[in-house]
Each structure stands twice: as structure tokens, then as C-alpha cells.
């Protein structure tokens, strides 16, 4: 274990120093002037040039590259072109912990419902129970978050007046409730259908058949030994359910008028505010790649056959 | 499953048919998998011929009907009802809805169909077939390249690729304007088309090369294959007379799952902005406008609804085909 741990810890930063070169990259080879942005259209060519040489612009690439990443490791993104002096980390920390907020309650909603809804119907199998759920887990999963979330706006703010319809105060708001629901119903769908399948595959074992032999109630089978084992495989799966939340999040922050962080990343690629849109891209990679990491150590830790091959 | 009698012609013919196409007859007798099949056909043909089906010219604004329901010519003949009706309404400037998310299907339809054929089925099916086979240095810079495209949440690197192309790609569609006897391409919005593609594609290809890679390296395996190297066949043959065919199930169903997940991708990036630009209809707009304020949903819901309905099918058909496709092509897992 400890050299599986190792081997995937070993490559980690290796692949976050192509990514960021990456990034840096297809940020610098585009075309738009983060100066021509900050300055308008009339602008005085001395003025630019200072501009430029303020921000370090005119430097060889790589050493703005190696620059930057010497700041980032040590936990300094840079200022932000646009709202000059002000550190990115200040700009984007606060944005990021809200929309973390609102994907931990948007998750939590998938995982209290998805889970024991797939765990239910896989023991359904050959009722209609078991096809009808699924059908209709697919048929809310297809609907577009543009729609979902305007008509759950309409329906329970307009309408019936049981939440406040926008803006944002904070995480324990029932302000959150409806950009939540309207994020997790997604991810109930697809957890569900991941849930039934993981489970199908444990109750076909034959360590089940011997737990039911020796005696212990359907109950307990359930207990202690399909809905663990059940478990293993959808922890790969919550990691990644990750980066859907961040695709539905762009629109629901939009929609909701949440001053989160996909407006602000949108709007940062837009006006050329390199160094915010660096920061972001890399800090949710490192999410991303780091959050895949501990999903296979958890698998390979619950499997050990993973570790082998 | 009902138990069906097979006489001996039937078991026969049965047998001489591969594995692929009796998976396919098995398909066609599932209600759900034709009826996905049908609505498909219906919803694909409809954006792909739009130029003449449409009633309507989608530009064309007709100010006697701003912001109406649905209206049905029903008295003056079929030809009427087709180019006089407005199936599903009208937006602010008079124009035809149901005009309007045909043409935007057919950004769609165009879009996700490009990305698949060349993200997912070729550069995918290729790399994965090259690092399966080949193994070693090949193998390792291919898939240590995926995991590096891999390691951005997909939609982020399509959103930064797709927002920060565009510039560059118009300028490369302008100089293919002045250097050959193609115009008005800049006009025609191929530009769009090879901006969103590009995004689709970063992302497309490297489940699909994963996928092919690891049926790669189970099936190289088998006696078939050596065999078949045993008796001098060459590296061509071997992998697209031997190899490509029996990998060919589980490409088959991870194409009908991410054409699903491709619309929706291109849906997000057009309701961001980044995706068709106007005056070409695209349905992440049509939804962008119908639904971002209240007041239009109340008052005029066709407006997103139209839009809504269009996405929402083709996303739902290409899930439960796939799912059909995973259960007749692979009846293990079922």
C-alpha cells in the first residue's frame, strides 16, 4: 500500500507541472491584450509599454512562467490586472469557499437521495419498480439546469413564496435550497444508477448467498455486508461527480446571482486577467486531480487488487 | 425473458451472424430502444434539413405576432398550417420559435456529430488502439498525455479553449477567405463551428482512448491474436481485422452516452456565451434568453420551454439508447 501511495504521490506534481505550463501557455498564444483591456481603446503607446513593463509582460515566457509558479507554490498568485494591487488570493478565496459551500450542499442532497434510492431498486430487480425508477432517473437527469432552475424559481419563489428568490447571504440560508436542489437532482439520477449497478453486482456474489445461509436476516445481509461493499465502487465515481457540479455551477451561480466563482472565472478569461484565470484553472485542477487521488487510494485500500496490477 | 423456439434454419442463421448484429436485432426488439431511434431520426432530420422544413426564415420578424403562444392555422389548408402556424410560439422580435430551435438543433446536431467522429472515434479510437498494442514509451506518452487533459474538469478546459480561441481561428478563416475562392466564410460562423469543436474534442477523445486501450490490452492476449501473428499477419490486419471488431461493443455504447453528454456540453457553452454567436440560432442561447428572468418564463414560457423540450430530448434519447445498446452488446453487466 504504502508504495501504491507513493508511486501516485510521486507523479502528482508532475502532472500539475504540465498542467500549468499548459494553461500559462494557451493564455499567453491567444490573441488580446490584457493592457489593451485594462487601458480601452484610446490609449497612448508610452503609457502601454510602461504598462507592460510594470506587469512583466515583456519578459522571455519562461521566465514568466517559472516566476509565477515560484509565487504560486509558495502560496502567491500575483495581482490581478484589473483591479490592480489587489492580491488574486484575497479575490478569489472567499468566492471559491461559497461555491464549495453550494457544491457540498448540492452533493449532499444527491447522496442522501441517490444512494438509498439505487440501493432500494436493485433489490427490485424484476418488478416494474426496478424500470420504472431508472426510467424516470434518466428522464430528470436529460432535463437542461437552464430549465430545472427557472421553474423551480418560478414555482417556489413566485408562486408559492416558500424561499426568497435570489441573491446570497451565506451557506445556512434557505436562500441555498433551490440552487442546491436544482445541482443535486443531477447528481441523484446519476448516483442512483451507480448505486443499482454496484449493488447488483454485490448481490449476485457468493459471499451472500452464504451470509443469507448461515442465518442472518435479510436486514443484516444488507447492513453489514452488500451496502459496504456496494459502497467501494461509488467513492471513484463522487470524485468525478465533482467536475459535473462544476459545469452545473456556471449556470446556477448566473441564474441565482451568486457572486461565486464561475462568474468570476468567466468574466476573468474575457477581460485577460491572466493571473486570476491561472489561479482558478490550476487551484481546480489540484482540486480535481487531488480529489481523483484519494478516490483510488480509497478503492485501493477497500480492494487490494487494485494495488497489484 | 420469454423463452422463444428456435427451429433449426433459425439457430443457423443465428450462428452465421456475428455477435454485433444479432446485438442489433435484440435492440430492435426493445419498445424503448426503437422509439429513441425514431425520435432520434425525427429530431436529427428536422435540424439537419432546417433549411426546408422550416416554415419560417429564422431571421424573418413578423411584428403582427411579438411574443405569442402558439398559433395553429387550422382553416385554410395543410400548406397554410405549415408555413402560416407558429408551433410553438413566437420570441420578442416576431420570429418563428419552432423555426428557431430547428435551426439550433442543427448547430447541435453538426457540432456534437463533428466532435464525436473526430475526437471520440478517430483521434480516440486510433490512440487507444496505438497505446494498447504498442505498449511501452508509446503507451506511457499517450495515456500520461490523457491524464494531463484529463486532470481539468472537463467543461473548464472546453469553457477556456472555447472563450479563448475564437479570436485566432477567425483570423486563420479570414486568411482562408483571401487565399482561396471560398467567401463569406467568416460570415457562415465555420468559425464557431471549429472553436466549439476544438473544445468538445480536448476533452472527447480520452475516455474513448482509455476505453479502446484497455479492451486492447485483454484481447492481445488471446490465442486469436497470436494466431493470427503465428501465421505472419500483418500489424494493419491484426488491429482492424482482429483487434478493432471484437473491441467494438463498449465504443458503441460510450458513443450513444457521450453524444448525450456532448449536447449538453455545447448547450452550456452557447448559454455562456462562448458557444454560436447571434444572429444563428443556437439552443444554449434561445434557453439563456427564455430563462435568466423570471418575468418571460411567467408571461411567455414557450419561450424556454421550446428550446427546453428540443435539448432535453435529444440528451434523454441518447441515454437510453446507450443504455439499451450497454444491455444487448454487453449481457454480462445486465
Same mark, same amino acid.
Given at each position: 500500500m504504502a508504495g501504491y501511495i507513493a508511486r501516485r504521490l510521486l507523479f502528482l506534481p508532475i502532472i500539475l507541472f504540465f498542467?500549468?505550463?499548459?494553461?500559462?501557455?494557451?493564455?499567453?498564444?491567444?490573441p488580446g491584450d490584457p493592457v489593451v483591456v485594462m487601458l480601452g481603446p484610446k490609449y497612448r503607446p508610452e503609457v502601454a509599454e510602461r504598462l507592460r513593463e510594470e506587469l512583466g509582460l515583456k519578459r522571455p515566457f519562461l521566465v514568466q512562467y517559472g516566476d509565477y509558479m515560484w509565487g504560486f507554490v509558495r502560496g502567491d498568485f500575483g495581482e490581478s490586472f484589473i483591479k490592480r494591487g489587489v492580491p488574486v488570493r484575497d479575490l478569489i478565496l472567499?468566492?471559491?469557499?461559497?461555491?464549495?459551500?453550494?457544491?457540498?450542499?448540492?452533493?449532499?442532497i444527491s447522496i442522501v437521495i441517490g444512494l438509498p434510492l439505487g440501493f432500494f431498486i436493485a433489490h427490485k430487480q424484476g418488478s416494474w419498480i426496478d424500470p420504472a425508477i431508472v426510467s424516470a432517473t434518466l428522464v430528470i437527469m436529460a432535463i437542461p439546469i437552464m430549465v430545472t432552475l427557472p421553474v423551480l424559481l418560478l414555482t417556489f419563489c413566485t408562486k408559492l413564496h416558500w424561499v426568497p428568490c435570489s441573491g446570497w447571504t451565506g451557506g445556512f440560508d434557505s436562500r441555498i435550497l433551490i440552487p442546491a436542489v436544482g445541482l443535486g437532482v443531477i447528481g441523484v439520477a446519476a448516483l442512483a444508477r451507480l448505486m443499482r449497478a454496484s449493488t447488483l453486482d454485490v448481490l449476485g456474489q457468493d459471499? %451472500?448467498?452464504?451470509?443469507?445461509?448461515?442465518?442472518?436476516?435479510?436486514?443484516?445481509?444488507?447492513?453489514?455486508?452488500?451496502?459496504?461493499?456496494?459502497?467501494?465502487? %461509488?467513492?471513484?465515481?463522487?470524485?468525478?461527480s465533482l467536475a459535473g457540479l462544476i459545469g452545473g455551477s456556471f449556470i446556477v451561480e448566473r441564474i441565482m446571482g451568486i457572486p461565486g466563482i464561475g462568474g468570476f472565472f468567466l468574466d476573468s478569461i474575457f477581460q485577460r486577467d491572466f493571473p486570476v484565470t491561472m489561479a482558478i484553472t490550476l487551484i481546480g485542477a489540484i482540486f480535481f486531480v487531488v480529489a481523483n487521488l484519494l478516490a483510488d487510494l480509497t478503492y485501493a485500500y477497500f480492494d487490494p487488487r487494485i494495488r497489484y496490477s | 425473458m420469454a423463452v422463444r423456439e428456435l427451429n433449426a434454419v433459425d439457430v443457423q442463421a443465428h450462428r452465421r451472424r456475428g455477435h454485433f448484429t444479432r446485438a442489433m436485432y435484440r435492440l430492435?426488439?426493445?419498445?424503448?430502444?426503437?422509439?429513441c431511434i425514431i425520435a432520434l431520426l425525427i429530431v436529427y432530420s428536422g435540424g439537419v434539413f432546417a433549411a426546408w422544413v422550416a416554415p419560417h426564415d429564422y431571421q424573418f420578424q413578423d411584428y403582427n405576432v411579438i411574443n405569442k403562444g402558439p398559433i395553429f392555422v387550422t382553416d385554410s389548408g395543410l400548406k397554410a398550417f405549415w408555413t402560416e402556424s407558429h408551433f410553438a410560439g413566437t420570441d420578442r422580435f416576431g420570429r418563428d420559435m419552432f423555426t428557431r430551435v430547428l435551426w439550433g438543433i442543427q448547430n447541435t446536431v453538426i457540432l456534437t456529430i463533428v466532435a464525436m467522429l473526430t475526437g471520440g472515434l478517430f483521434i480516440g479510437v486510433t490512440l487507444g488502439l496505438l497505446s494498447g498494442y504498442a505498449g511501452g514509451k508509446v503507451d506511457a506518452v499517450i495515456m500520461r498525455t490523457g491524464e494531463i487533459f484529463g486532470s481539468f474538469p472537463d467543461i473548464l478546459l472546453a469553457?477556456?479553449?472555447?472563450?479563448?480561441?475564437?479570436?485566432?481561428?477567425?483570423?486563420?478563416?479570414?486568411w482562408v477567405e483571401d487565399h482561396t475562392f471560398l467567401d463569406d466564410l467568416v460570415k457562415s460562423g465555420v468559425a464557431d463551428y471549429v472553436v466549439i469543436s476544438l473544445a468538445l474534442v480536448s476533452f472527447g477523445w480520452i475516455g474513448m482512448a482509455r476505453l479502446v486501450r484497455g479492451q486492447i490490452l485483454v484481447l492481445k492476449e488471446t490465442q486469436y491474436v497470436e494466431s493470427a501473428r503465428a501465421i505472419g499477419a500483418s500489424t494493419p490486419r491484426i488491429l482492424f481485422r482482429h483487434l478493432l471488431p471484437n473491441a467494438i461493443s463498449p465504443v458503441v455504447v460510450s458513443v450513444s452516452m457521450g453524444m448525450g453528454s456532448m449536447v449538453g456540453v455545447e448547450i452550456i457553452l452557447s448559454w455562456l456565451g462562448i458557444g454560436i454567436q447571434p444572429p444563428r440560432p443556437s439552443l444554449g442561447l434561445m434557453l439563456f434568453e427564455g430563462g435568466v428572468n423570471l418575468s418571460i418564463l411567467r408571461n411567455w414560457p414557450?419561450?424556454?420551454?421550446?428550446?427546453?423540450?428540443? /435539448?432535453?430530448?435529444?440528451?434523454? /434519447?441518447?441515454?437510453?439508447l446507450g443504455d439499451a445498446l450497454n444491455d444487448v452488446l454487453n449481457p454480462r453487466t445486465r
Open positions: 498542467v500549468s505550463l499548459m494553461t500559462f501557455t494557451i493564455f499567453r498564444i491567444v472567499p468566492k471559491m469557499w461559497l461555491s464549495a459551500r453550494l457544491a457540498a450542499a448540492a452533493m449532499a459471499f %451472500i448467498r452464504t451470509a443469507h445461509a448461515k442465518g442472518l436476516s435479510p436486514v443484516q445481509v444488507d447492513r453489514r455486508h452488500v451496502f459496504k461493499n456496494a459502497m467501494i465502487p %461509488i467513492v471513484t465515481i463522487l470524485a468525478f | 430492435l426488439r426493445k419498445k424503448i430502444a426503437v422509439a469553457i477556456i479553449l472555447a472563450a479563448t480561441l475564437r479570436p485566432r481561428i477567425v483570423q486563420w478563416v479570414r414557450w419561450l424556454l420551454l421550446a428550446p427546453g423540450i428540443a /435539448s432535453w430530448l435529444m440528451v434523454l /434519447s441518447w441515454n437510453l
